[in-house]
């Protein structure tokens, strides 16, 4: 696999305009799977072929699973409700991350639990995508790998409905919510190029400290359910992209 270089909000190449991709040839396919290679090694949750420095619109994405587990020696305390890793969580998301990189204070059921996020490799190719309906607004943190460690909080739409062509150039129609939602749209942004810092509310563009990053353990809270709050080692942010802080 190459792994392959993403470039940096500055260049301006991301401000073009991606054009329709007209038939997918195995150099697109390899490209394909290298953006998606290139997006997991670098903890994103959607990458755009124009952050690779190619003008073809379409982006693949990827929302991990969310696995919370419990840390052996902390018996008795409560399971933490966000630790059921599934589409219920995803939706959530965007809710979490904001608490997670805006609270970063301790909370005692972080000792026992250790979340981390898992890819599947179920990944989705969107090609020529555009957005048939939208609904709701959300203004959740934001970032992008082309601008890593920086966040800002951006609206968007809650809920929308995609069109898109898939590898095969078949079409789809998806319905996505939340943090998935946000990436879409992140994405198609980008294709378009738009870049989150243009949507971002302002005076909310900041840097990510280390500790938002992951470097120490945080607790993440969701916002639906103010009870669930868990350890984490890992901090997402979107990035249409994902960045996920190291240890
Ligand atoms: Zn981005």
């Not at 809710?95 to 996020?117: C, H, L, R, V």
């Not at 951006?154 to 319905?175: P, S």
């Amino acid at each position: 696999m190459d792994i392959l270089e993403i470039l940096p909000d500055s260049d301006p190449i991301l401000r073009k305009t991606s054009r329709r991709v007209t038939h997918v040839d195995e150099n697109l396919k390899k490209l394909i799977t290298d953006m998606y290679d290139t997006m997991v090694i670098k903890n994103g949750i959607g990458l755009s072929a124009i952050q690779v420095g190619v003008l073809k619109r379409f982006f693949v994405y990827e929302i991990p699973v969310l696995v919370v587990d419990e840390i052996e020696g902390k018996p008795g305390e409560k399971p933490c409700e966000t630790s059921q890793a599934d589409e219920a969580n995803h939706e959530t998301a965007p809710d979490k991350f904001s608490e997670a990189t805006e609270n970063p204070g301790k909370d005692e059921s972080e000792a026992d639990q250790e979340i981390s996020y898992v890819y599947t490799g179920d990944y989705l190719v969107c090609i020529n995508p555009r957005i048939i309906s939208k609904e709701g607004s959300v203004i959740d943190d934001e970032g992008c790998l082309s601008k890593e460690g920086w966040h800002a909080k951006v609206e968007r739409a809650l809920n929308v409905t995609l069109q898109a062509y898939d590898i095969e150039m078949k079409k789809f129609v998806k319905t996505v919510s939340g943090l998935e939602a946000r990436c879409v749209q992140h994405e198609i942004d980008h294709l378009d190029g738009i870049l989150f810092t243009d949507r971002a509310e302002e005076g909310t563009l900041r840097e990510v400290t280390d500790t938002e990053n992951g470097e120490s353990e945080e607790p993440p809270t969701a916002s639906n359910d103010n009870e669930s709050e868990i350890a984490q080692e890992h901090v997402i942010t979107i990035d249409g992209d994902r960045t996920v802080g190291h240890d």
